[in-house]
Nanobody
Framework: QAQVVESGGGLVQAGASLRLSCTLS????????MAWFRQAPGKEREFVSA????????YYADSVKGRFTISRGDAKNAVFLQMNSLKPEDTAEYYC????????????????????WGLGTTVTVSS
């Protein structure tokens, strides 16, 4: 059974950087998109960034545009999220997700698009 596993979270000060990694086990045949979402304490889970596996086109939430960069690692079925200039409001549990079956949902930011989710990695940014 395919799964995604996140790593790279931690506790940092405001202004610092972190790089999150996500590895997808199993075949990438049919893989359409991979994405990062986050959920802050007491808030709904929200879209952060996504990447098309075929075209490598990238998508970002306005709140992270210019600070976060999503990229893919072809050799390892991996996707990375480079997070720079972190702010306390970036504190959240970060989840990796994969659209492995071609959901037919166009919007990269739609949670329903993704059928495989990781357990999350915690990012805490202190002020």
């Amino acid at each position: 059974q395919a799964q995604v596993v996140e790593s790279g979270g931690g506790l940092v000060q405001a202004g610092a950087s972190l790089r999150l990694s996500c590895t997808l086990s199993g075949s990438t045949l049919g893989l359409d998109f991979m994405a990062w979402f986050r959920q802050a304490p007491g808030k709904e889970r929200e879209f952060v960034s996504a990447i098309s596996w075929r075209s490598s086109n990238t998508y970002y939430a306005d709140s992270v545009k210019g600070r976060f960069t999503i990229s893919r690692g072809d050799a390892k079925n991996a996707v990375f999220l480079q997070m720079n200039s972190l702010k306390p409001e970036d504190t959240a549990e970060y989840y990796c997700a994969a659209d492995r079956r071609g959901s037919g949902i166009y919007a990269p930011s739609a949670q329903a698009k993704y059928d495989t989710w990781g357990l999350g990695t915690t990012v805490t940014v202190s002020s």
